[in-house]
């Protein structure tokens, strides 16, 4: 069974600066694909930046990026300079090439932006 | 525009009536899910298609039921809704349903059931 782990369940960050979120990840397969989701209060599920296992180079996406450190199986997103758009839950997600190609959620974390 | 579709938005209903969560995609896409999201427990997988008439149970299958008779189509259906099954539901769609393919999501449907 694969699972994922979301530590903080709040962050909060001024407006302009930089946070970082936390995911792990356990996984038997060795081909999966790692994804961060937003979603803000209008409940909308929105993909944020998507990173494939096998690729050692972190994805990034504009002002999104990830750590993803594979022995340690950690995927941890980073926002630079934020904006009080960026408020939202944001869900770490795992998804492998088995026979059921679901996404496997963590808890979230709820990240609000402070002026 | 290219979407995913869930109806309705909001849907308050008492316990035993039955009711249907419609979901509909117009990107021609093969994989279709059912998930629910739950206040600490992030979005678990009711039930997925991999294409027509294919349909098989996720994490949390108990109380649902679903069909694809059409590709575009995706009704999520609760014979005898509880409760347990007041929920955020979410629709979800992928190209091709394979680890690669990223999933696309409807608005989520707030059910309220008393």
């Known amino acids: 069974a694969q699972t994922v782990t979301q530590s903080q369940p709040e962050m909060s960050v001024q407006e302009a600066e930089t946070v970082t979120l936390s995911c792990t990840y356990d996984?038997?397969?060795?081909?999966?694909?790692l994804f961060w989701y937003k979603q803000p209060p209008s409940r909308q599920m929105i993909l944020v930046i998507r990173q494939e296992a096998y690729k050692q180079q972190n994805a990034t996406e504009n002002r999104f990026s990830v750590n993803f450190q594979k022995a340690a199986k950690s995927f941890s997103l980073k926002i630079s300079d934020s904006q009080l758009g960026d408020t939202a839950m944001y869900f770490c997600a795992l998804k492998n090439g088995g026979s059921n190609y679901k996404l496997t959620f963590g808890k979230g974390t709820l990240l609000t932006v402070n002026p | 525009e290219a979407q995913v579709t869930q109806n309705p938005r909001y849907l308050i209903t008492v316990t035993g009536k039955k009711l249907t969560v419609t979901c509909s995609q117009n990107?021609?896409?093969?994989?279709m899910s059912w998930y629910r999201q739950d206040p600490g427990l992030g979005l678990r997988q009711i039930y997925y298609s991999m294409n027509v008439e294919v349909t098989d149970k996720g994490d949390v299958p108990e109380g649902y039921k679903v069909s694809r008779k059409e590709k575009r189509n995706f009704p999520l259906i609760l014979e005898s809704p509880s409760p347990n099954q007041t929920s955020l539901y979410f629709c979800a769609s992928s190209l091709t349903g394979t680890w690669d393919s990223p999933l696309h999501f409807g608005n989520g449907t707030r059910l309220t059931v008393t």
């Open positions: 990107m021609n896409h093969e994989y």
């Open positions: 996984t038997s397969e060795s081909n999966y694909y």
